[in-house]
């Protein structure tokens, strides 16, 4: 077994031998039995593989009257019957006993897969005597709610199993940091080669990556709740996201991975946007958030050539620089980095797509919306005023130097604004002074800060009084696409710039850096009408 916790230890082409389809489980959690077998139904509906079926969830259950209701053939899909106490991170707070007793009834009426957990396994295999029927395997599970064992450890924890007579061996572990996950896909690697059926997963957040990167390394299954908010473990993605948003039936050894680091990165649309460009190519990739609390430490763990990109966004920008083998010059200039490209040596190359399409969309909000010179950009002369220092502020003040704008950077931090400005010749300003500064009329506002990002949407980094200055305002927040500011911007008489569009732009910049290929501007844009409502995907059973 591989003791390092860097991903380039895994080999996940190891796992392409006779390596069967990750099967997409979906948790049944209703609270009453006719119900629990309607949740069945819409799982398979869904395009879901199997149902997990939560017994601990079932509020006043009785194994006899219940399981036959729950277990009624014809079933729509396979079931695996999960009866979890309260010990092991379930509901059940009885007599183990009768807990045992309802899950060899299960088997006995058919159950396809049963859940046992590894401290009970030895008491539960003494009870069946030898007598498991052929067509039941059963998962021996081990859950971790604190953290995530060494690989040597977790190595020990899968003999452990095994040698309970296991058909399937079940670790769920528990993500401090990020790259906690990469010793669970070192462990499902390891098992495939030796031809070990494991569900291996990560649970919160930061363990997001194991449940859609899991069938690269050829994972059992993988979890994906009914709908938002039927969660039966924490950070669980829907079916629906895992099979139609993540495209997990074509995740292989071969799929290329590139995400979002950031903190926070729930919000982003990223993983809609490129993972429906990348299939309308034919490209074998798979995008997804990372949840990163160092950015190097990260990058050093998942140093295979198998991540072969990534988006930045706050707060890692600017440390993205630093980490970078090589930084395209203008990136440099601008001091951060937004799209990191790992090249087949392994060298880390950094990009800042940023600049570009912010002051694209910039100038063609005011080409729209007022007569300009077509001869030079409608910045030039104009006093453009950044609000932040971090990296998307000075990606928009190089930017609108670079187009002749005089800057002005303001920031809630002025040491931070004072060294902005000195870099790109500009005034500093407090977001205090700001309130008040109004040199001259018809002036450019551009909000680079994450001030009224989702759910802080009734923040504004500016008073609707101090907006009236303003000609034209941009928001680089698109969630919600329309800002508190942008929408008191726009009730003062301002051309109003939407985030989304920097957005569009800027991702169209990192897909031509992650794939080579030419972006199609109308495909691409056609994608981006999924992004307010992502239902409007085509279902891929």
């Keep these: 077994m591989a ?8 080999s996940p082409a190891a796992a392409a031998v006779a ?36 017994l601990d969830l079932l509020a006043g259950f009785a194994p006899r009257r219940d399981l036959p209701i729950i277990l009624a053939e014809p ?67 081990s859950h971790n709610y604190e953290n995530t064992p060494s690989a040597e450890e977790l190595a020990d924890l899968v003999a452990q199993i095994q040698a309970t007579g296991a058909d399937i061996v079940k ?60 969660e039966s473990a924490p950070a669980q993605p829907t079916a629906a996201d895992l099979i139609n948003l993540y495209n997990i039936r ?42 990163v609390d160092d950015l190097a430490k990260f990058l050093n763990t998942y140093s295979s050539p198998d991540f072969a990109g990534f988006s930045c966004t706050i707060p890692h920008k600017e440390a993205a620089v630093r980490c970078c083998d090589e930084v395209d010059p203008i990136a440099r200039d601008i001091g951060a980095v937004n799209t990191m490209v790992r090249r087949p040596d392994g060298k880390l190359v950094g990009y800042n797509t940023d600049y570009v399409g912010a002051i694209s969309a910039i100038e063609d909000g005011i080409r729209a919306s007022q007569q300009t010179d077509p001869t030079t950009s409608p910045l030039a002369g104009r006093l453009f005023v950044v609000i932040g220092a971090g990296g998307a502020g000075k990606a928009l003040a190089y930017g609108a130097k670079e187009k002749g704008a005089r800057v002005v950077i303001a920031n809630r931090t002025f040491a931070r604004a004072q060294e902005l400005g000195n870099l790109i010749g500009g005034p500093a300003l407090t977001l205090a002074d700001l309130e008040n500064y109004h040199p001259e ?5 551009a909000n680079t800060t994450a001030i ?19 000609a034209v305002v941009f928001d680089a927040v698109y969630t919600p696409k329309e800002t508190r500011l942008l929408r008191e911007a726009a009730e003062c008489g301002a051309t109003v710039v939407s985030g989304l569009e920097m957005f569009i732009r800027q991702a169209m910049g990192q897909f031509e ?21 992502p239902n409007t995907m085509k279902p891929r059973l």
């Excluded at 997409?24 to 395009?47: F, H, I, K, Q, S």
């Excluded at 080579?516 to 409502?533: H, K, Q």
């Design 441 to 445: 009329e018809g002036m450019i506002l």
């Design 75 to 141: 079933r729509p899909l396979p079931a695996l019957v999960t009866y979890r106490p309260k010990w092991e991170g379930g509901e059940y707070e009885g007599d183990d006993e009768r807990r045992l007793e309802a899950l060899m009834l299960a088997m006995e009426l058919g159950a396809e897969y049963v859940d046992i957990e590894l401290k009970a396994a030895d008491k539960f295999m003494r009870l069946l005597s030898g007598k498991k029927p052929e067509n039941c395997k059963l998962i021996v599970s």
């Design 452 to 470: 009224g990002m989702h759910p802080n949407v009734n923040e504004t980094p500016l008073s609707k009084q101090a907006l009236k200055s303003y």
């Design 513 to 533: 850096h992650f794939t080579g290929m030419p972006v199609d501007n109308e495909n691409f844009r056609a994608i981006t009408s999924s992004l307010d409502n």
């Design 3 to 10: 003791t390092a916790m860097s991903v380039s230890a895994v």
């Design 19 to 54: 390596r069967p389809r990750t099967l997409v489980c979906v948790p049944a959690t209703a609270r009453a039995p006719r119900e629990m077998a309607a949740e069945l139904a819409a799982a398979a509906a869904l395009g879901a593989d199997v149902a997990e079926l939560r």
């Design 171 to 230: 670790i769920a572990t528990t993500a401090t940091e990020i790259v906690d996950v990469a010793r669970m896909f070192q462990i499902l690697a390891h098992c495939q080669e030796k031809q070990v059926p494991i569900i291996g997963l990560v649970m919160n957040e930061r363990g997001f990556i194991s449940r859609v990167l899991c069938p690269k390394y050829g994972a059992y299954l993988t979890f994906g709740s009914l709908e938002k908010g039927r």
């Design 250 to 291: 074509q995740i292989g050894p071969d799929t290329k991975v590139f995400g979002i680091i950031g903190k926070p990165v729930g919000h982003s649309k990223s993983p809609i946007l490129h993972n429906e460009a990348f299939r309308s190519v034919g490209f074998n990739a798979v995008y997804v958030p990372f949840l």
